[in-house]
């Protein structure tokens, strides 16, 4: 399984930014995918997640009402939509990956997905 995250760069606070994180090596429907960041000397938290059907997706609150997942299950294709940027949303963006083949959920835990992507460096500057 791999998962290859890309979109990341330099921007203004206030600007938006789209990652998006490709996978191969699974069956890309069965899984439900999640984005997480880590921002230098924090550890790595929750940012949203979407169900394996899309039909369900749960954001952290930080960037409730400022971000918003979608996945294409036919490209194999995750994205997060980033708008308002503020420096605070400085970090690595990181996708995962956990199979889940039997209801559409989400999961928030780390510890909670299989796999993981090499990150995407998001820069907000003030």
């Known amino acids: 399984v791999q998962l290859v995250e890309s979109g990341g760069g330099l921007v203004q606070a206030g600007g938006s930014l789209r990652l998006s994180c490709a996978a191969s090596?699974?069956?890309?429907?069965?899984?439900?995918l999640g984005w997480f960041r880590q921002a230098p000397r924090k550890e790595r938290e929750f940012v949203g997640a979407?169900?394996?059907?899309?039909?369900?997706?749960d954001y952290a609150d930080p960037v409730k009402g400022r971000i918003t997942i979608s996945r294409d299950n036919a490209k194999y294709t995750v994205d997060l939509q980033m708008t308002s940027l503020t420096p605070e949303d400085t970090a690595v963006y990181y996708c995962?990956?956990?199979?889940?083949?039997?209801?559409?959920?989400?999961?928030?835990?780390?510890?909670?997905?299989?796999?993981w992507g090499q990150g995407t460096q998001v820069t907000v500057s003030s």
């Open positions: 995962g990956a956990v199979v889940e083949p039997k209801i559409d959920r989400t999961y928030r835990r780390e510890d909670q997905y299989d796999y």
């Open positions: 979407i169900s394996r059907r899309g039909g369900i997706t």
């Open positions: 090596g699974l069956t890309f429907s069965m899984y439900t």
